[in-house]
């Protein structure tokens, strides 16, 4: 059974920067596309970006110019580098792939705050 497992998130002061990880484990066959969300409670979930197997990059306007999705170590490995971050991005932060989703990981939150 494949699994995803968010990482990296905490407290940040507005205009900070974090490094989120998730990692895909289990059955995985080839590279598959993987894509960040986030949710703030009471409301739906949120698509920031994706990379593609072939790692093309695909971004929400919310996550253009300050978020950068990319690969890690592992080819199921997807990194968001969050840059220049404001209170409005405090929220729930979960991967998953894109166009075959599997049941969600708990996230990682993310708190922006002075």
């Known amino acids: 059974q494949v699994q995803l497992a968010e990482s990296g998130g905490g407290l940040v002061r507005p205009g900070g920067s974090l490094r989120l990880s998730c990692t895909a484990s289990?059955?995985?066959?080839?590279?598959?596309?993987m894509a960040w969300y986030r949710q703030v409670p009471g409301n739906d979930r949120e698509l920031l970006a994706i990379?593609?197997?072939?790692?093309?990059?695909t971004y929400a306007e919310a996550a253009k110019g300050r978020f950068t999705i990319s690969r890690g170590n592992t080819r199921n490995t997807a990194i968001l580098q969050m840059n220049s971050l404001k209170p409005e991005d405090t929220a729930v932060y979960f991967c998953?792939?894109?166009?075959?989703?599997?049941?969600w990981g708990q996230g990682t939150q993310v708190t922006v705050s002075s």
């Open positions: 998953n792939f894109p166009f075959d989703p599997i049941p």
């Open positions: 289990g059955a995985i066959t080839g590279a598959k596309a």
């Open positions: 990379i593609s197997r072939t790692d093309t990059l």
